[in-house]
């Protein structure tokens, strides 16, 4: 009974994140936000070397976290009955490169 019990509870937390959609996606956008920072300062580190190796790895992180993440935005915050039916935005910051 108790292996059953637990292989519920595992079914329900890895389907958690199927029950709603992908909301703002907080920590894919702010490793987003970073990696274009970054790339406007230094487009061949940024741009070449991190997007291939380090940036590939990092969204699929952020992505698996913020689908457990979002069911929250998606059905308490955003989406009727229980939200007020309007989306959550990513708030974007402008980028300033520092050198001209």
Known sequence: MKQRM???LLAVLLGLPLGGCHGP????RGLDEWANT????SPWIYGNFLAHLLLATGNTVTWTLDSFINVYYFWVDDAEPFGDGKGTPYPFRAVTPKKH
């Open 38 to 41: 970054g790339y406007a300062d």
């Open 6 to 8: 637990r292989a519920v």
């Open 25 to 28: 996606q907080r920590l894919s």
